[in-house]
């Protein structure tokens, strides 16, 4: 019996059923147990950073990172909380409360899953680059802007959530510096940078946490830990509930929702086919869809917080040897054993080192190198670019991203537009032969006007052609239109065509069309446009289309 359609199987799956054995399983499982060790500070960061405890972090990444990779269209996909999501959760939790935002996190998988069924897979990916780079920059500056009271240490209740406002309240705060939690703050970059080049050790991350606890504990310095701020990290899961939510709240929590859905299947896809490249595979876009929405929606009974596909841990389960689903879920089973053993010591962690570990994050998931080389493209791109960037900041994450994409589209359709040529031909005309291995110059004949269109004949290029056959002063009993190069047309088309064959009609004129290609013929023909004109001047080529263009004059 067959259970799932081909796009929507679990690699899970098809790598059982393709022979799993020894060798790759004790590869799998170091690799998990690597990524599992890493995502720990980083769950933990995340979580507190969405402005939710840290142990949420952590029931995120064990129980959606497993679905993800139990479920999902990619061999080596990792995932759980992430630094893209941190703005648009925090801000949901504020205006919310965690309550809200778990029910705008099982919406936004559900629509996940509808994306998944409806083959929205593909879709997605043509997020333009320049919005991606634009809002992740954004979020970046962000994340790092957040992170200054503590790496400070200064002596704050809250941290506003606005840019700008944050900066204002750093200035009122600046005279509580702690020395000793901006050197633990310097003393985890330091690890983590210089870790990073030792190769075959411990993750750098996970040595600086140990690094800068130890260093705390051992000097007795005054810092805030983990423990200080929000208590003793648990060490068990939270059992099931079930969501707590009124109705009435549910159509204001559409929109985060959508914008969890979205910012959620664009980042995982992303994290796909980077690791596509790595391994030389190929991700089915619409099953990891569907398990990021089933992920979503379990998450939250559990506690946890929007999960996706997280770049970074990807990368370092395919650096580790990872080649299957099996080492995602001996991460999440690894994050498990950790936070049941050792949750105690967990909660030691200095705040400073986290923000420590969120600025490393930040500045690698910047892409400034990305962000500078886009600024020197195409002036469209730039200003998409830069207003995707300055709406993330500025203003909201889920604004910046609506604004980019229908910016980005318009200024796509306006450079299309520009690209399509419409333009008269007189007295002389070269069709090809039958083999298309030369061309013959043939004079027009009288009587006769000639337009060519080459590019897309959608709404932009429609008008052109209006305007352009308007401009047209010459009275001819027949007027060809030369398609040849026209592979598309919309319905907007389809009515300028409509609207000059009437015109043509009223002035006693016939049109033939030449040269159609098959999109632009079905869209015509159901239209109705080929009897309107009657099919007989529909011609396969501009010497057919010459030949009736002679019968009729």
Request: glycine share 10%; with cysteine; net charge neutral.
């Amino acid at each position: 019996m067959r259970f799932f359609s081909p796009d929507l199987k679990p690699k899970l799956v098809s790598v059982l059923s393709e022979g799993y054995g020894r060798h790759e399983l004790s590869r799998d499982v170091l690799s998990g147990i690597v990524v599992g060790i890493v995502a720990l500070p980083l769950a933990i960061a995340f979580g507190i950073a969405s402005g939710v405890r840290p142990e949420q972090g952590l029931y995120t990444a064990i129980i959606a990172g497993f679905i993800i990779s139990a479920l999902g269209g990619s061999r080596v996909q990792i995932g759980g909380p992430t630094g893209a999501f941190v703005i648009l959760v925090a801000g949901v939790v504020g205006e919310f409360g965690y309550q809200g935002l778990a029910v705008a996190t099982f919406m936004a998988g559900v629509f996940l899953i509808l994306m998944g069924l409806a083959r929205l897979g593909d879709v997605i990916r043509f997020i333009p680059y320049p919005v991606t780079v634009g809002f992740t920059s954004g979020i970046a500056l962000i994340i790092a802007s957040g992170q200054v009271a503590d790496a400070l240490g200064l002596d704050m209740a809250s941290v506003p959530a606005s840019f700008l406002d944050k900066f204002a309240a750093y200035s009122e705060h600046i005279g509580s510096i702690n020395p000793a939690a901006f050197i633990i703050f310097l003393v985890t970059i330091g690890v983590i940078l210089v870790w990073t080049r030792v190769p075959g050790k411990m993750p750098g991350m996970l040595m600086a946490v140990i690094a800068t606890t130890l260093l705390v504990q051992v000097f007795d310095l005054n810092v805030d830990t983990i423990q200080s701020r929000f208590g003793d990290v648990p060490r068990s899961l939270p059992s099931f509930h079930w969501l707590d939510f009124e109705w009435k709240n549910i159509s204001v929590l559409v929109s985060p929702a959508l914008s969890i859905a979205l910012l959620g299947g664009i980042e995982s896809l992303l994290s796909a086919v980077v690791s596509d490249g790595q391994i030389g595979g190929r991700h089915r876009s619409n099953a990891e869809l569907v398990a990021q929405g089933v992920a979503n929606m379990v998450s939250p009974l559990f506690g946890g917080i929007p999960a996706t596909g997280a770049i970074a841990r990807t990368a370092t389960n395919v650096k580790n040897g990872g080649r299957s689903p099996i080492a995602g879920m001996v991460h999440a089973l690894t994050l498990l054993v950790i936070l049941v053993v050792a949750g105690k010591w967990a909660s030691l962690i200095p705040m400073a080192t986290l923000a420590g570990i969120l600025a490393v994050v930040a500045y690698n998931m910047s892409e400034w190198h990305a962000f500078v080389g886009l600024l020197k493209g195409p002036k469209s791109d730039v200003l998409v670019l830069v207003a995707t960037f300055v709406l993330t900041v500025a203003i909201d994450l889920v604004v910046a991203i609506q604004v980019g994409v229908v910016l980005a589209a318009l200024l796509f359709m306006r450079r299309m537009a520009e690209v399509t040529q419409v333009k008269p031909i007189h007295d002389m005309i070269a069709y090809e032969t039958e083999t298309q291995s030369d061309q013959i110059p043939v004079d027009l004949p009288d009587g006769v006007e000639l337009f060519e269109i080459n590019g897309s004949f959608c709404f932009g290029a429609a008008r052109k052609f209006t305007e352009t056959f308007l401009n047209s002063t010459r009275t001819s009993p027949v007027v060809i239109l030369r398609m040849r190069h026209v592979l598309a047309i919309d319905a907007t088309g389809i009515h300028a065509l409509e609207d000059v064959a009437e015109r043509l009609q009223k002035r006693g004129s016939q049109l033939v069309i030449s040269g159609i290609h098959a999109q632009p013929l079905v869209a015509l023909d159901r239209s109705g446009f080929l009897d309107a004109i009657g099919r007989e001047n529909v011609c396969g080529s501009i010497a057919d289309a010459l030949e009736r263009a002679r019968n009729i004059a």
